[in-house]
């Protein structure tokens, strides 16, 4: 089927090629005419045949609301628009509400594979109203991947990016898992094989997964991940993904965890650890000097300083 | 090779079949007569030629301590210990320094695969000394896969052990991250297939894993889990996988809310939340009678019991 | 100074009382006629002189919002609306920009006190430009404890509340600390003092504070909280606090912990908790029948299911 | 009464000072022979009328192991020792059971109060059998703060360093709660007065305490902490509280917390976050190149790499 692509980056571009290798009659548009089709949105949306369907495909936020809105003037009831970004869910259902007040359908698509997808096809999460859904079904299925799995009509508007946000959230919580697997095996004295370790649950074990292969990939290449520094940064649905937890009021400790892991993992000095070694020096006249060392006597400990212990005195 | 094998119950009995199929002569006992190839932990010694290799396959902590002390005293310098059970890596270390005194080789081996070992092999983590783990290697090499993982030789003694603890602390880590995920998704208005949101992640994510296999069998035959109690136990791994990383200053948020999620589930009511409800109470006055709603007004809102509001006044 | 008081309930009403014996001129305006001065939002403004101030002290959330948007069709140019209630910073954003499009001054008040407050004056937490603090400032200098400390003005419009939002946040945590520290004595065989305990800090430790008073007649009351439910409703602020971190990366662990332990305590039936229990039947055929019992033998703990231990053969 | 000092440091020293203004017979016995009334232990031991009291002040592990040992050879039947350091309740029971099969009871004594003892008196926290507190009480009764509180008989041997341990645990919580919300406090735009804040909570807020007139005389100091670095020790007490809870089934989400808070702290890089940023790379090609920034586009997200975005293009 025909179809409109707005945003040609590496994502749209590779979504744009496996929709034409599929059969499908693609019209590109990027704001970088190397690559575009059309030199306008206004052209994207006279060159498709009504009713059309426009695949958007830009950051979200911003460029993502700014795209919707314009398309919004420029679509004909009976048009459809799939918002295929990283969108909050609760855009979605701004969008959609807007776009419904105008005629115009709206699917929310929630799009996970990065730089495999070309080859391997993209899992798709989607939201929206049943027919709007069936009328994008061509397109979603050449962009799945082959087999039954990779793609799920979740919901209504907001719920293909709602359950990617989860997705994501249960990633967060993945990665922190083996990370700190990993960290406790580093600290261990007798355990030497540490990178074999995580090679050897490859098989025959609970935790295998395409993320403890990928594991094992990055320590072949760096057997102690000697040249990483130890911070991450978050993408938006991790924090979303909290948040939503909140307003419903589900507890998300381990999802959490790993979020504020991540938060952690970008300060160079702990704000809030200041004040904890200020309230130390406060009660107990500790001197805070050096970071090595590890457990020492508390704050209020009495034995903490009395002299050199007695055995030593014979 | 010949083999000793203590503890002939569904893992141990499992086990000496599969090594009986790959050629080992499996000499078992276990204190049910019908099952035992011989009648006392004596003469199983005797049944075999030194140097003898046996394996325990007994319960952890007080069955594994005496079955190794009653192996202690029966085995000869040059003979090989082989705990497979789930013993804690402390213990592996008093028994292998326990035996070493004797002249008796000690080796650690973390064992995963439940059900399925005997068919597929088990994952085997293993320490002890080089020379005494490369002795015990035709045995590990019949029960692990096939392929090139599902075995380590993680370090020295208690590593096995070590690294099976630490396995068992990710799966922990991994199965709370998608427990999470299911509670947020079910919590949801808008995402109304949870189960096939679950099963759609099986291609093309990065979650994609065992664990998310089993989540969608599951599923599949209980789609809202209305059948299961929202309970869990644990194993000793996971506490010890805790206690350990703080008695090496490892920071392990996920794995122990994991845990903890766990301990909470098991309390009928929460002591800890008498307290806050306690403490409410004192310093508002609030009456705790339901525990239906969500959100209400904080124990000090200010506007927490004022008149209702001004709009319906008109 | 002349003051109008919207929302007569017990904190407006008490807060009123406070102003009257101060020496204010207060004209008090709620729905319930019995208690109100005037019959309308109307004539409470008419009744004060420009430049007026009128402090709002109705429930957050919308009958707030309902509140200032009549209040701010109703006043003039000069005047001041003061929001005493728990607002959302967000809100008092909002609120302070419309108000001031129509030159009306706005100050958002955190107000911590509860019943006490009557007596022993409210803690005040302020928010807004100088100037329109300056003019509340003779209200507020009734209202706050005597003594140096209870008043800040923390910085510019939402501020108040963003303060008292972190209040509450932290109190979230000192609770869930004394919570924790209790559960883990009850749960000690040789502490059996419990109660005695905590009264025994109140004097010569680090952890004395208003809390701890309160703890200590709770216990005094009911010294096994025996009469209690373990659950615990949210106020706003706690939920705020939290995303509020999250949207601006500082990790919250503790106080998150501490929100998220109340979520939970309202579960009659976690819901991760039965993925868990479904992920632990389908990989190791667990039977799921009965929550007594502690630590057992894990999911895939290969002794979990070996006969009776060696010893009891002997 | 008379008693035997052993271990004269600051605590022991200030302790044996306090006795003796109090009208006890104190003899001190320290390594430091210009502190030390005696020249060895066999001479504090001769010094000492039967039955003796003989109060241990040293270092807790090895030094009051050794000590306890060493004094256990020395004293006779009827003789009571007291640890007053800060054993883990573990070495108080093998103290206690080792003591007891030569006739010499045992008490243990956590104790709190740091610099302020001297003067204010130090809160105890007891266990043991009544009969052995009883014969100390006089002790006691001079050490502790004057008022009802400040003294706890908690329970059998061990109970003291229990509670001790456990109100560790709390102080943590706290001590992390103020830190968080100082935190957050500072992250804000629209605080500007986070000193003040805090500053004003000390009267008529739910979060009055000691601790936050410490936080405040710290502030006063140093109003942004600048001085301070972000990281924090920890004593022994808090990783027992976390282990004696996980020994136990308690889930102590927020202290356990506060404890990982400080170990993160101690870490120039995180080694979790490595793994974090590993698996990013690999799913993500991301180059992982600086600190700086907060959210960006997720490791699998589809919008991450597209062109800017289409509203610039117009």
Redesign the interface.
Known sequence: MQIGM???????GNMAERLRRGGHDVVG????PE?SDVPS?EELVERLQAPRTVWV????G???R??VK?LGDLLSPGDILVD???SH?VDD?KHGAELAAKGIGFVDCG???????LQ??????V?GEEANVERVMPIFETL??E?E???????????GH??KM???????????????????????D????VA??F??????????????D??V???DE?PS?AE????????????W??????????????????????????????????????????????A?TS?A?????????????????????G
């Open positions: 707005v945003g040609l980056g590496k994502m749209g548009y990027d704001r970088d690559v949105l495909m830009v950051p979200s911003d460029p993502t700014a795209t314009a295929g970004g990283n869910y259902q799009v996970s594979g990065g730089v495999w997808g391997n096809g993209y899992a798709l999460m939201g799945k991947p087999g799995d990779g793609f799920v009509h979740a919901g209504t508007v907001g719920a709602f359950a989860v997705h994501n959230g249960i990633e967060y919580g993945m990665m922190q898992a083996f990370a700190e697997g990993w960290e406790l095996l580093e600290a261990s007798i355990v030497t094989d074999g370790s090679k050897s649950w490859r098989q025959g074990t609970v935790i295998r997964s395409w993320l403890l990928l594991m990939r990055a320590l760096d991940l990483l520094e130890g911070y991450a940064q978050d993408s938006g649905e991790g924090r993904a909290v948040q939503a937890a909140v307003e419903h009021a589900v507890p998300l400790p381990v999802i959490t965890a790993a979020l504020y892991a991540r938060f952690a993992s970008r300060q160079d000095d702990s704000p809030a650890m200041k004040v904890v070694a200020a309230l130390r020096n406060q009660f107990g006249g500790h805070v970071k060392g590890s457990a020492e006597k508390g704050a209020d400990s009495p034995g903490a300083d009395v002299t050199p212990p007695v055995e030593a005195a």
